[in-house]
């Protein structure tokens, strides 16, 4: 199925082709998110949906069910295919071991390159909220038309706070792109920035969120990867040839130990940047990288962020003047007394409590869990 | 066995005989203490025995090991005999339903003085903390010198700061009983002060902390209830007529159901304060009650009341800049990150996430789930 007025988009929408790079694990949402239970395997919204299959809601409509390819990692794979039954499986890119977003966006631009010359991909995380499909179409398509004018097209977010959580896009010049309507050269990528910054940032107008999404042309973005990374694209490239052949397995023995491990962000979204080949469409929807406790308290409370959310359908909780988030797979009762923006996340084998303020910390416990051995609980 | 040195006090002491009732559930220390796992079956100090074998532990080498008597419901007889093997068969007194302090002391009174006219009997509770055995011994025997010239005595606790968590005595004039050192009449009883308050009286340097320990011949204890409560007394003679006879059945079976449920302040205490016949001793030695967690986090932290106490024999615990106490009776791993003056209290079927300053709250949860019928979990 394609999403309805398709017809009265441009043409280069027909070659658009969605990649979901499904990868990370989600480190600051343990002990929910497991190596064997990542992030966009779970409902963080409370849609009844994971964020996985949520993702591919939203694409399925612009692409078409049969031109969305996964990336991810074999232990995942059941549980994808479970979550997108439409999913077909020459759409399904295994990772051997986990490269990091250029080696994973870079595959897929490879293999659909080579399967389709001419494709224009858009990579998207797997594990975002997104609030409005419609503006999130808009901006898509945009991109695509931008993409097809020979950029490397990201979306950016338009603000709706001074967020410190995410990183910045600065654009600049508006471009004259046929079909678009919001598109801006990018001046700069720039990290999290803190509340001060991020305060003159969104007063300035100049500034979006990075939403890590990249619509490009997959010969224009392995061109741009070749530029930093040549070595790397050599691989991706060698291993698309034989993707579709019965040399795959060898191939892939061979240049997988081999590809670097680099995000895409440094690989291509800053050096293109820099040069001038990256353009920004505006976003005017509501996002959420849901990076931590704290954002799915403040998704749930629709902002507010006063109020206690709880997350888990079997979830038993007795709460008296209590605020904060409640995320639990169990139905033992949990009962809160006077305590504040409270996150509390309850599992079978493993308990965390800590405040929304300290949501962002939880990596670092993660860290400590990895570095002492203690994986039984990651 | 006995405590050394015995032979230099009164011969009062001979007579002696220690009543543990050990009737209370300990609602504050819920999800930790229930209905068949009550607040004086835990060990709450980390030392590795029960409150109830504690508060023997202290009893029997002032009384006797065959001299201790303990007043618990059908329900936990077995787990009380599991705790103190040496307590005898006879010295184990059932109740068939909970009908408060006034009726377990009592009946305690009353078949000990029909078995040995005479008797002085002490009541302690089962589930305080007391930190200096020598020094309670001291008070011990001085209160029973006290109980032996007639009075109804207690031990108030020279309080080591203004708390509001306790009631207090206030002493008047002291008493010149042989035996003694530190024996006062008492002017009165007065319920848990609020802070102000509390400072003054401890300003003061009349009040003592209401240790709820009372020491009197069991005749005279029966007297000063009979004088409030007439049939209440009536019923725990005729009781303690029967309890030692085949008809202690039948006659359980009659009297239980209209004993009066009030507690032994009420019925003997405050009246017999009012009258002049109730004199307290001082004890100079730590006490609690354990009255809540915030107590048991002060108690583990030895009063400093900014580390974390963990309880629990193979509690697993990952603390990040939190202080407070972690109670569990599972082997889960907990972690906290920057959650200051926490209570965790982990169990199988119930979490209970509260703060130090509002510990004292989790009674009228266990209320509110009493009365929503969740007695599951109680």
Redesign the interface.
């Known amino acids: 199925m394609r999403w309805a007025g398709r017809g009265t988009e441009p043409e280069a929408v027909e070659r658009f082709y969605a990649v979901i790079p499904a990868g990370g694990i989600g480190s600051r949402l343990w ?1 929910l998110s497991r190596a064997d239970a990542p992030k966009f395997l779970h409902d963080l919204t409370g849609s009844g949906q994971t964020l996985l299959k949520e993702t591919w809601d939203r694409l399925s409509p612009i692409a078409g069910d049969d031109r969305v390819m996964v990336v991810c990692g074999r232990a995942h794979r059941a549980a994808v295919e479970e979550q997108l039954p439409k999913l077909e499986d020459r759409n399904v890119v295994l990772e051997s071991e986990g490269k990091d977003s250029s080696a994973a966006i870079g595959l897929a631009a490879a293999i659909l390159e080579h399967r389709e010359p001419g494709v224009i991909i858009g990579s998207f995380a797997a594990d975002h909220v997104i609030g409005d499909q419609r503006r999130f179409r808009q901006a898509v398509v945009e991109a695509v038309a931008v993409a097809d004018a020979g950029y490397i097209a990201t979306i950016g977010i338009l603000p709706s706070e001074p967020a410190i959580g995410f990183g910045y896009i600065e654009g600049g010049q508006k471009l004259d792109v046929p079909g678009t309507t919001a598109a801006y050269a990018v001046t700069r990528f720039v990290e999290k920035p803190d509340l001060a910054t991020a305060r003159e940032y969104v007063e300035s107008g100049r500034y979006l969120w990075n939403g890590g999404m990249f619509i490009a042309r997959a010969d224009a973005l392995l061109d741009e990867m070749a530029k930093t990374k040549p070595q790397l694209v050599a691989g991706l490239r060698r291993l698309a040839a034989a993707w579709d052949t019965p040399e795959r397995g060898v191939v892939v023995d061979e240049e997988w130990p081999r590809l670097e491990k680099i995000a895409i962000d440094y690989s291509v979204a800053e050096p293109a940047a820099a040069a001038g080949r990256l353009a920004v469409v505006v976003g005017e929807f509501p996002w959420d990288d849901v990076g931590d406790f704290a954002s799915i308290a403040k998704l749930q409370s629709g902002g507010r962020g006063s109020d206690l959310a709880i997350l888990g359908e079997h979830a038993r909780v ?1 709460a ?2 209590s605020s904060g988030i409640v995320v639990t797979d169990r139905d ?8 504040e923006n ?1 996150v ?1 996340v ?1 599992t ?8 929304s ?2 949501a962002q ?2 990596k ?2 993660v860290d ?2 990895k570095l002492s051995g ?1 994986t039984d ?1 990651l």
Chains 1, 2 share one sequence.
């Open positions: 002990p007795l008296d003047s033992r009762l949990i009962t809160l007394i006077g305590v409270i509390v309850d079978e084998d493993a308990l965390l409590v800590t405040t303020e300290h910390r939880v670092s416990v400590a869990l203690r609980v």
